[in-house]
């Protein structure tokens, strides 16, 4: 167990919808990292929080946002959801925003698109 | 386009042989360099990075890595495999604010 936890595991929604996953840090990390891991893009780096404030961008659609929370939790927003948006999305956090930081993984959220 | 690359889809090997995964990169600068582990139906775990120094890096579970600047080469190894090693790998590499992932190997270790 990391210590990273996200929600829910699972998520079946329909096209043009909007859904919300969310990621609780490690304890006292202050950085959290979302990826998207899909069968036709592999894993792909979205974007990065450091203590509330984006700090790097990744290949991010415009549809898609995140934020981080005065108590370190994040959420990625996913809207005008596609059939290509069906994906298992990670979270992770590490200590600080320096890339040589350890980054801890949650299980993920698989996304499912019908 | 910056690029990370795993050449080999699936890479078989007997139990108790040493291993190789191979990752090459293109990304510019100096950047740093990573392996992670995905076993089925978890999320990555880190297994070891390169950020500058000695060439070989060693890691979690007995993994190490060689850098090879010259190459652009950060291959995994282990001496001696483990039926446990199972799993799908994935080599990355961080510059600028962003990292780039290779498409991953399946380690298939064979008792």
């Known amino acids: 167990d990391s210590g990273v936890t996200q929600t829910p595991k699972h998520l079946i929604t329909a096209t043009g919808q909007r859904v919300t996953l969310r990621c609780s840090p490690r304890?006292?990390?202050?950085?959290v990292y979302w990826y998207q891991q899909s069968l036709d893009q592999g894993l792909q780096f979205l974007i990065q929080y450091y203590n509330g404030e984006e700090r790097a961008k990744g290949n991010i659609l415009e549809r898609f946002s995140a934020q981080q929370f005065p108590d370190l939790h994040s959420e990625l927003n996913l809207s005008s959801l596609e059939l290509g948006d069906s994906a298992l999305y990670f979270c992770?956090?590490?200590?600080?925003?320096?890339?040589?930081?350890?980054?801890?993984f949650g299980p993920g959220t698989r996304l499912l698109v019908l | 386009a910056q690029s990370v690359a795993q050449p080999e889809d699936q890479v078989n090997v007997a139990e108790g042989n040493p291993l190789t995964v191979k990752c090459t990169y293109s990304?510019?600068?100096?950047?740093?360099l990573f392996w992670y582990v995905q076993y089925p139906n978890r999320g990555l775990q880190f297994l070891l990075k390169y950020i500058t120094g000695d060439n070989l890096v060693k890691g979690s579970y007995g993994f190490e890595a060689e850098f090879n600047k010259s190459q652009t080469s950060f291959h995994l190894k282990k001496p001696s495999a483990l039926v446990s090693d199972s799993a799908l790998y994935f080599c990355a590499a961080y510059n600028f604010n962003k990292f780039y992932f290779g498409s991953g190997t399946k380690l298939n270790v064979k008792p």
């Open positions: 992770a956090s590490s200590a600080s925003d320096s890339k040589q930081e350890t980054q801890y």
């Open positions: 304890s006292g990390d202050l950085s």
């Open positions: 990304v510019s600068g100096n950047p740093y």
